[in-house]
């Protein structure tokens, strides 16, 4: 199957860390990924993982993968009021001719002062 | 990274023409593109994927007659929406990515669809 969930909202303090959760269906996914979108705009790269890493750090996001359970999560540190927008995983399925995106439900992230 | 630019930003239109959205890259060579439509406070859904010079690649669902896309080029991809229906008005986004099975896509910033 290819339904990737999200949890759909999470409300978090400035300052604080943010965790966002991700769980996807194909074990054959070759990369996973974050993105971001901002109302009314297109979708931003945040990171990806590889499918045989466990965790990846880009400054202030922490990537981590539990390929056993098919569970991505986000991490944002010191999550900043900027960081208010819709994140989305994603993950590359491998079709005929092409890797393919399918992207999870999404999550609203608040951040409030 | 690299710019994907999508034409136009927003469109309004009667009910029973037809719409074309317009996707480049800009910077790099777009050997396959993908096309994707959001519904308010939804996901995205993935209508169609296409390499340069092939017919497009429609997911399960989507009509290829009503959907016409078209990659006749390695910078430019079109979806036209044929004979719109109110039930069309989306948010459609278009991807690009420089390699069939790239690492990374980049996102055109979206064209909203009103039939009216």
């Known amino acids: 199957g290819e339904d990737v969930e999200q949890s759909l909202f999470l409300s978090v303090r400035e300052g604080d860390s943010s965790v966002i959760n991700c769980t996807y269906t194909?074990?054959?996914?070759?990369?996973l990924y974050w993105y971001k979108q901002e109302p009314g705009a297109g979708l931003q790269l945040l990171t990806y993982i590889f499918s045989n890493m466990d965790m990846k750090q880009d400054q202030r996001l922490t990537v981590l993968l539990n390929k056993k359970d098919k569970h991505l999560s986000l991490r944002i540190a010191d999550t900043q009021t900027g960081d208010s927008a819709i994140y989305f995983c994603?993950?590359?399925?491998?079709?005929?001719?092409?890797?393919?995106?399918?992207f999870g439900t999404g999550t609203r992230l608040q951040v409030f002062p | 990274g690299a710019v994907v630019s999508q034409h136009p930003s927003w469109v309004i239109c009667k009910s029973g023409t037809s719409v074309k959205i317009e996707c480049r890259s800009l910077d790099f060579q777009a050997t396959t593109m993908f096309w994707y439509r959001q519904f308010p406070k939804q996901s995205l859904m993935l209508m169609a994927t296409s390499n340069e010079g092939s017919k497009a690649t429609y997911e399960q669902g989507v009509e290829k007659d009503k959907f016409l896309i078209n990659h006749a080029s390695l910078t430019l991809s079109t979806l036209t929406v044929t004979s719109a229906h109110p039930e069309d008005s989306s948010f459609y986004i278009c991807?690009?990515?420089?390699?069939?099975?790239?690492?990374?896509?980049?996102f055109g910033q979206g064209t909203r669809l009103t039939v009216v």
């Open positions: 991807s690009a990515r420089d390699h069939p099975r790239g690492t990374e896509a980049f």
């Open positions: 194909d074990s054959s996914s070759t990369y």
């Open positions: 994603a993950e590359s399925l491998r079709a005929v001719d092409t890797d393919k995106l399918i």
